[in-house]
């Protein structure tokens, strides 16, 4: 995105270095320039909001702080899961446990209790656990661990843009456009990728342009939040002529008059589908403007949301206490953003995924330390749920990873690519473009998407 120096009134701390345009609130004085402005009137003008597109969605959800996965997904047919944890284990699923067992599966693995929301989502067959997934990467630095995770690596720290903007880059669509020769490729949608984030996530960080939108309230499309006569045009508009000033006006009046049609996505009048409810906080507000996004089919592709509060030393707790809390808002959130996407969710695919997990003994704490393995939930349409997709290695000392952690089975660059490959429609050459340092083999994929 290039603005001419007399346009180069927006600070430079909106323009991320490895592309993507910050749009948290940072000010009366942080505003888009009117190139961006264009931009959005030509995506405004290419798609009227309501109209269903069919167009795929990717919505990934990052669980900061290293998630349980052994108590996500209880190994309650693992005997010696019960060995390791003799405080904070889930009771076996069985009438006498009651709400503190096990929500059973298959009858070796179970739910924790707290995401009984995720129960009828699993029983309908868009739900699937991707269990013993991770990094082989040994580090336990949360630091570390996300941001090689996030570029889609397991060592290689010099690659500085992520998987999941690499994989926008590769789509078929756009190197057929690309590659056409015949004029300039079509504009695709600023809404395209989208984190729910103040500052745009690694996995987003590239040449494809990515907004950081922390809450669509603060967002200048969107209007007032919580009521107020001014809307928009006080507000997004009124700061933009502040910032933009005089000599400028014809320009952005005639980007505002096409931008006037995205104010339908107003989030202080969206109402959830009829009995859909978001929990309370930020997570389920966010899905909650995610929901809204998709239905306003203003051509965002990707959708990015992270939560945070999973690194449970201390006290975590068994079917109750700080993890179940945790847990309840986590997939309350989900389902009510899959509840209240209905049909839509044909095209949609939502993965969760964590940058490691805790280990399988608890320590003195009553919690768990930084682990190695974790679990992935992926719902969906079109994935193919129901089932516990895993190839277990067992809790039994011996089969420990440095005899402390539930080991990695699935390698995580197999279920992202697999999502590439299916979702996205990415070929043996882009899998490689967007997996340095790895061979993304089919026979490897544990088949999350159905055939």
């Not at 910050?22 to 109209?51: F, H, K, N, T, V």
């Not at 996300?146 to 690659?159: A, F, I, N, P, R």
């Not at 998987?163 to 456009?177: Q, Y």
Request: net charge negative.
């Amino acid at each position: 995105m290039k603005v001419s120096e007399t346009q180069m009134l927006i600070p430079r701390r909106l323009f991320l270095k490895r592309g993507g345009i910050a749009l948290a609130a940072l000010g009366a004085s942080s505003l888009w320039g009117p190139d961006c402005l264009r931009r959005m009137a030509l995506a405004a003008d290419d798609q009227s909001p309501g109209a269903a597109s069919g167009k795929k969605v990717f919505i990934c959800i990052f669980q900061r702080g290293a998630a349980d996965g052994l108590s996500m997904v209880v190994p309650h047919g693992d005997a010696d899961y019960y060995n390791h944890r003799q405080e904070i284990a889930l009771a076996r699923p069985a009438r006498a446990a009651g709400s503190e067992g096990a929500l059973d599966l298959d009858g070796f693995f179970g739910l924790h209790p707290a995401l009984d929301a995720f129960l009828p989502i699993y029983k309908a067959g868009h739900l699937a656990p991707i269990h013993a997934c991770g990094s082989p990467n040994a580090s336990r630095s949360h630091f570390d661990s996300q941001d090689l995770m996030e570029s889609g690596v397991d060592q290689d720290k010099s690659v500085s843009t992520g998987w999941l903007n690499r994989t926008l880059l590769n789509c078929p669509e756009d190197k057929a456009a690309r590659s056409a020769g015949s004029g300039q490729a079509r504009a695709k949608s600023p809404f395209r990728a989208v984190a729910m984030t103040s500052v745009i996530p690694r996995t987003l960080q590239g040449e494809v342009d990515a907004m950081a939108v922390h809450d669509l309230g603060n967002f200048g499309i969107s209007g007032a939040q919580g009521g107020g006569s001014g809307g928009t045009a006080s507000g997004f508009e009124g700061m933009y002529e502040n910032a933009v000033g005089d000599a400028l006006h014809g320009t952005g009046k005639e980007s505002f008059e096409a931008i006037s049609m995205l104010k339908k996505a107003d989030p202080s009048k969206y109402e959830p589908a009829k009995g859909v409810e978001y929990p309370k906080g930020m997570f389920g507000h966010q899905l909650m403007q995610v929901a809204q996004l998709v239905k306003a089919d203003m051509g965002m592709e990707v959708a990015f949301v992270e939560m945070d509060g999973w690194d449970t030393h201390a006290n975590q707790g068994g079917a109750s206490g700080q993890l179940a809390g945790r847990l309840h808002d986590f997939s309350h959130g989900i389902a009510a953003l899959y509840n209240d996407l209905g049909d839509r969710m044909a095209d949609v695919a939502i993965l969760t995924m964590s940058e490691f997990g805790r280990a399988a003994r608890q320590n003195g704490n009553r919690g768990t330390d930084h682990g190695h393995a974790t679990c992935f939930f992926a719902l969906g349409g079109n994935i193919n749920g129901g089932k516990v997709l895993a190839q277990w290695p067992g809790l039994a000392p011996e089969k420990l990873f440095q005899d402390r952690d539930l080991a990695v089975t699935t390698d995580f660059r197999d279920v992202l690519g697999e999502i590439c490959a299916k979702h996205f429609g990415l070929g043996d050459a882009a899998l490689a473009k967007v997996f340095p340092h790895y061979e993304v083999d089919s026979t490897k994929f544990r088949g999350v998407y159905k055939a």
